[in-house]
């Protein structure tokens, strides 16, 4: 009886460990679904960067007549408020995969890690959230002291959540130098 209770644990406890890899396999097979996301949103993101800059940077101290500039510049807006809805829906999907995989059966560092990626994922998406509606803002309004408000708030608001992102990410990148074993890549 005893040699088969030991039987019965051995064979219980070989089947968690298969579970347990088929579980890590599954959450390294949604992280490399996300780190896919996030390679095709960095290359929208190389496209709205700059564009953002052209259009609500420097040269908007420029502008003396902000209706005349928007509508010279209307295809640029358009595909700026294109481009901000493709990364705010990329990082969402990046992190929805990162969130899934940390539902599963994995280490707790492991889970630690993939959990301070979709967080700074979700930030990055409601920074880029926040710049789409500016952008619509300033496309909807004409009045400069107005626009200036509209872009110092934004600068501030912004400025604070990538602070907020940029340590999750600090703490994902620490979680994952130190625990090598358990985290074996970076995102």
């Known amino acids: 009886m005893r040699k088969n209770i030991w039987l019965l644990m051995l064979l219980i406890?070989?089947?968690?460990?298969?579970?347990?890899?088929?579980?890590?396999?599954e959450a390294n097979k949604l992280v490399n679904e996300g780190n896919?996301?996030?390679?095709k949103n960095n290359e929208a993101l190389a496209k709205a960067s700059p564009l953002f800059t052209e259009l609500l940077g420097d040269?908007?101290?420029?502008?003396?007549?902000?209706?005349?500039?928007k509508a010279d510049n209307k295809a640029k807006f358009d595909e700026l408020?294109?481009?901000?809805?493709?990364?705010e829906?990329?990082?969402n999907d990046a992190a929805a995969k990162f969130e899934d995989a940390a539902k599963l059966k994995v280490d707790d560092k492991f889970k630690e890690y993939l959990k301070l990626g979709a967080q700074e994922f979700r930030k990055r998406?409601?920074?880029d959230k926040a710049e789409n509606g500016l952008v619509k803002a300033f496309l909807a309004e004409s009045d400069g002291e107005k626009i200036n408000t509209l872009v110092g708030d934004f600068n501030k608001k912004s400025a604070e959540m990538k602070k907020e992102a940029d340590d999750f990410r600090a703490k994902a990148e620490k979680l994952a130098k130190d625990n090598p074993g358990v985290i074996g890549g970076s995102k």
């Open 13 to 25: 406890a070989v089947s968690l460990g298969f579970a347990c890899d088929g579980q890590l396999d």
């Open 36 to 39: 896919a996301l996030l390679g």
């Open 59 to 69: 040269n908007l101290t420029k502008v003396e007549d902000f209706d005349k500039y």
């Open 81 to 87: 408020v294109k481009l901000g809805e493709q990364t």
């Open 89 to 91: 829906k990329g990082w």
């Open 125 to 127: 998406s409601e920074i």
